[in-house]
């Protein structure tokens, strides 16, 4: 085997459509484009979903509620998780560095503490916020629920 007897795989190659070569080649006049119509245009490009006049399915479907743009998303962590991560590291002073470092949480997080399970060790928690209850679940426990 050498580099000139190469050849492509029987079937994955085609033949280009000579268009506008005369009349005998099958293709010349209209260039295989039909008579008239936008489609015939040079220039023509189709709108994304059009369906040749067929009212398009982006706009046959029902459409219902909306998005908040203003929304505010929160990562939500646990009480449970907060005590197996001081378990596993011995960390007194949770904050966002401390979640992020550990892979709870992403770079760009809102993160929010909620109250599954419970914490027994006293820390110190700094994040964007709490729900009630795992406020005072931190604070019974002799720690510290600082909204940073």
């Known amino acids: ?3 000139s007897s190469l050849k492509p795989a029987v079937g994955s190659t085609k033949v280009r459509k000579r268009v506008g070569r ?3 080649s ?3 006049g209209t260039s295989a484009r039909g008579h008239k119509g936008a489609q015939s245009r040079s220039g023509y490009s189709r709108k994304s979903g059009f369906e040749g006049g067929q009212m ?3 706009r046959r479907i029902p459409k219902f509620g909306f998005k908040n743009i203003n929304r505010v998303e ?3 962590i646990n ?3 907060l005590q197996a991560l001081v378990d596993t590291t011995g960390v007194t002073v949770i904050t966002h560095d401390v979640l992020y470092q550990n892979g709870l949480v992403s770079k760009n997080d809102l993160v929010k503490i909620l109250s599954r399970g419970e914490i027994k060790s006293t820390v110190e928690v700094q994040v964007k916020g709490f729900s009630a ?3 005072a679940a931190i604070e019974a426990a ?3 629920a600082v909204v940073a």
Request: charged share 15%; no cysteine; hydrophobic share 35%.
């Open 1 to 3: 085997m050498n580099l």
């Open 22 to 24: 005369g009349a005998g």
């Open 26 to 28: 099958g293709l010349g």
């Open 56 to 58: 398009p399915l982006q």
């Open 74 to 76: 929160y990562k939500a």
């Open 79 to 81: 009480l449970d998780t």
């Open 133 to 135: 209850s795992a406020k």
């Open 142 to 144: 002799g720690g510290k």
